[in-house]
């Protein structure tokens, strides 16, 4: 039986990360809201949200934790070739919502499905109106034209959260990936969380690490459990 947090309960009510279960792997409580207080707090903790229509709010921890180190990211031949035609324009936080919208449709991370949900997408709308989420666009030609990749995720400290991306184009999520990690190195971000390990994710140089090596993450990049979460502005200045 796992813990049943209420929506009246503080936002950092969670069991601690050691209680997740290992079948399913990293699932540690249910119930709660999605307030943009109780989303950073369980970022903060290495926690986040995912469920299906029909259930509870799932919060989950899982262990190994897939994480990709930004001076680590394998940019491909063809990416190469991708980039330096530049047949493809990047921008950030200016379609925040079409972005998340766009991953909604798509499914792209394996065991997404319908997961980003109305009630997701209206959370996360919010966490991007308090400066804690981001997205990055990727648009065909020209900025403001057609919109054909990108990703989103929330960025506390010097750790960026990634939730989902989208590609409706070549190589156009790589595209939106590359522009993220450039500017979170220059922002002296050291980690991005990828959450749960994909074939695909292995193929741009995610890595699982233990989960008490993510949490040690965490407590040095955005202050831990006891620390304070840091608002970050746009992604790309």
Not at 189 to 205: M, N, R, W
Request: with cysteine; glycine share 10%; charged share 20%.
């Amino acid at each position: 039986m796992i813990p049943w947090l209420q929506a009246t309960d503080p936002p950092d009510a969670f069991p601690p990360v050691t209680r997740a279960l290992t079948e399913p792997d990293g699932l540690l409580c249910a119930g709660g809201d999605l307030s943009p207080a109780r989303l950073v707090a369980a970022y903060r903790r290495g926690i986040f949200p995912w469920y299906s229509a029909g259930q509870p709010i799932l919060w989950w921890s899982p262990d190994p934790r897939m994480v990709l180190y930004p001076d680590e990211l394998k940019v491909s031949r063809s990416l190469r070739r991708t980039l330096r035609r530049d047949v493809y324009k990047v921008s950030f936080d200016t379609r925040f919502e079409e972005v998340v919208a766009q991953c909604a449709a798509s499914g792209t991370r394996g065991r997404e499905g319908t997961w980003i949900s109305p009630q997701m997408q209206a959370a996360y709308s919010e966490l991007h109106r308090q400066g804690f989420a981001h997205s990055v666009e990727v648009w065909q030609d020209e900025v403001g034209g057609r919109l054909v990749g990108g990703l989103y995720g929330v960025l506390l400290g010097r750790v960026f959260f990634g939730e989902s991306m989208f590609s409706t184009a070549t190589d156009a999520s790589k595209v939106a990936l590359h522009a993220l990690v450039q500017s979170l190195q220059s922002r002296n971000v050291e980690l991005i969380d990828c959450q749960v390990a994909s074939d695909h994710l292995f193929t741009l140089g995610g890595r699982l690490i233990p989960r008490a090596d993510f949490i040690a993450h965490l407590e040095r990049g955005c202050g831990g459990a006891a620390g304070a979460a840091v608002a970050a502005g746009p992604v790309a200045q």
